[in-house]
């Protein structure tokens, strides 16, 4: 029962990690701007809350995270093939819920920033190792419904996260307004934190999936990505392109998306999560019937699906500049959400099937790293884009804002684009049979 018993505790770890990161980055916004000294009151109180000036400060917190678990995260794919994956993801887990409880004790907006590029070296310890223990796990012909599942998890915490740090703050109203607004959004933090312990004890019952042994802990793991066949690892170039490319592109959605949501859908704390976790619920629905489907499929239809979800998850986010309205706006987040959580799981079941047990911690420590890249100046240039070009009307009905999801999606598509020409199952299939 070891899959059954690494699958159920990873994926409790995803959600109760996603829970609190939704929780916390619904006010993160808010938090900086009253830091700032911008919000003096609740915002449902004032005429207009001007998000623009938390922009900046969120995407540099951002970037600072990224750039930690990008450095890092190949590092710790390649350290679970060889002291073992249970050991990173139990320090990971460990430390973020020590940060999390540090985030309600901040001051000033420099040491949020340092605490979330922390958090970047607990977040590469767990998410990449991860995955590598859930394909370790189960059966080949199970893989991509298991990394459903696990995204799922993901995902139904980002949908959960954000109703818990909207109650968290409609109680903290009650208790701690007469103290300011600052300490009405400290509050959550440390409910956070909270969550994140059941997630370090699910962690503490994992058992180990890679054999740990002297010659290993020499630093001598065998094979070498190097001695891959030649079509693989042009298979995995263009995997970790993609993820490069994906990554800016994200980054720069990431931060601006909360921004965007609160000056041009609905300012109410309550409301933006709503509109967040709605549309993550329909691509929930969707995603794990896709998964059982893949699992069926050959491995030429399964790189056309990963394609097909890859461009239409990427126009939706294009389609996010011209949702206006608030039932736009879920309309489009759900596509996006469902292309997203079917792509997702079906890219990294593909890795697996292309690479033997000892190298899987290096090779999706290695796409977290390209991804993560992407995410260091994506978000510097999403919110230097928002902020400069917030008054230019570009085009009719099309202003700077709205434009910077047009760039996103844009970029998605180049990355897709590399997906389509240069992973090619047959060859490899040929290959490595």
């Known amino acids: 029962m070891l899959g059954g018993r690494n699958l159920a505790g990873l994926i409790a770890i995803s959600f109760l990690v996603s829970v609190g990161f939704g929780a916390v ?14 919000l003096t009151k609740l915002p449902e109180r004032m005429e207009v809350v001007p998000a623009v000036r938390a922009v900046v400060e969120y995407g540099v917190m951002t970037s600072a995270f990224m750039v930690t678990r990008a450095f890092l995260a190949a590092a710790s794919g390649w350290m679970s093939d060889i002291v073992g994956r249970k050991r990173m993801i139990v320090t990971g887990m460990a430390m973020y819920s020590i940060l999390a409880f540090a985030y309600s004790l901040v001051t000033c907006i420099w040491q949020l920033i340092a605490l979330r590029a922390v958090q970047g070296v607990a977040s590469a310890m767990v998410w990449p190792v991860a995955e590598a223990m859930i394909v370790d796990s189960v059966p080949g012909d199970l893989r991509t419904r298991a990394l459903s599942l696990y995204v799922i998890s993901f995902n139904v915490g980002n949908v959960v996260g954000p109703l818990v740090g909207a109650a968290a703050y409609e109680a903290s109203k ?8 600052e300490a009405v959004l400290r509050a959550p933090y440390a409910i956070a934190a909270l969550v994140l312990l059941p997630g370090l004890m699910a962690a503490l019952l994992l058992r180990e999936t890679v054999p740990i042994g002297k010659g290993r802990i020499k630093g001598k793991p065998r094979p070498m990505l190097s001695a891959l066949p030649e079509p693989v690892k042009v298979a995995l170039y263009s995997f970790y392109s993609n993820g490069l490319l994906n990554g800016f592109a994200m980054g720069i959605v ?17 409301l933006v999560a709503a509109a967040m976790s709605i549309g993550g619920v329909v691509g929930l629905v969707v995603s794990y019937p896709f ?10 239809a399964r790189k056309w699906m990963l394609v097909t979800t890859g461009l239409v998850s990427r126009t939706a986010i294009i389609g996010i500049a011209f949702a206006t309205s608030y039932l736009g706006f879920l309309l489009v987040y759900a596509v996006t959400s469902i292309a997203f959580n079917v792509f997702m799981p079906l890219l990294r079941s593909i890795q697996a099937w292309l690479v033997p047990q000892e190298l899987r911690g290096r090779v999706f420590g290695l796409q977290q790293a390209f991804f993560n890249a992407g995410m260091i100046a994506g978000p510097l240039v999403g919110a230097a884009l928002y902020k400069y070009l917030y008054s ?13 999801f047009v ?16 992973y090619r199952p047959s060859t490899v299939e040929e290959m490595i049979s």
């Open 254 to 270: 990431s931060s601006i998306m909360m921004a965007y949501i609160i000056e041009f859908i609905v300012k109410e704390p309550s």
């Open 392 to 404: 230019v009307e570009l085009a009719a009905g099309l202003r700077g804002p709205q434009f910077v």
């Open 407 to 422: 760039i996103a999606g844009l970029l998605g598509y180049a990355g897709i684009a590399l997906i389509a020409a240069y």
């Open 25 to 38: 980055n619904l006010l993160l916004p808010y938090y900086i701007l009253a830091l700032k000294g911008v």
């Open 174 to 181: 009650s208790w701690f307004y007469s103290l300011g607004i």
């Open 291 to 300: 998964a059982h489907m893949a699992d069926r499929m050959g491995q030429n």
